[in-house]
């Protein structure tokens, strides 16, 4: 059994949604278990007991949410099991295929937490404004993104 931890913050729901999405997507391959928590409410340390950890933030002035920013300093404490990681994020900008918002979430782990193998370039989910809604046809985007890292790390098991 592979556990996966996907980790979110949001400020209107556009990226809790998003990544509600991934957990469905990630729950049709088999031998994945998955939790989620919103980054302002859980308990950090459950994040240690996973086998890789998924992050998800809204683009704030180009760049992860600074609670995400945070949330991963506190992450960067802990001792974790976790050996990858995965980034996603939704913004409201031009489209693009990977946010710089999401770039960015990917550096910053990558110096953050060193242990760790970002296992793809990350999902960006495009909203509509500032507060949303998500634009048409990118919530499938979700569902199909955790089914493909799902498997990806069914593999690297
Ligand atoms: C303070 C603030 C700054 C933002 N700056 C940007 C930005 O620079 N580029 C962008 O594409 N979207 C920007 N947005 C739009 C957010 O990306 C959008 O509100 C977010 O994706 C919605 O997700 P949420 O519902 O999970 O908060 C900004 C939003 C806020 C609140």
Do not use: W
């Amino acid at each position: 059994m592979v556990k996966v931890f996907v980790f979110y913050d949001t400020k209107y729901g556009n990226t809790k949604l998003a990544a509600e999405k991934i957990v469905e997507g990630m729950r049709e391959v088999e031998g994945i278990e998955t939790d989620m928590g919103y980054v302002k409410e859980i308990g950090i340390g459950n994040a240690a007991d996973y086998d890789a950890i998924v992050l998800g933030a809204p683009n704030h002035m180009g760049r992860p949410s600074r609670t995400m920013k945070k949330f991963i300093d506190r992450l960067a404490k802990l001792d974790l099991k976790a050996k990858n990681v995965v980034v996603f994020g939704t913004y409201a900008g031009k489209e693009r295929l990977v946010d710089r918002a999401v770039k960015k979430l990917g550096k910053m782990v990558e110096k953050k937490l060193p242990n760790l193998t970002l296992i793809s370039p990350g999902l960006s989910i495009r909203v509509n404004g500032i507060p949303g809604p998500i634009v048409e046809g990118e919530l499938p985007k979700c569902k199909d993104f955790g089914r493909r890292i799902a498997n990806q790390l069914k593999q690297k098991q």
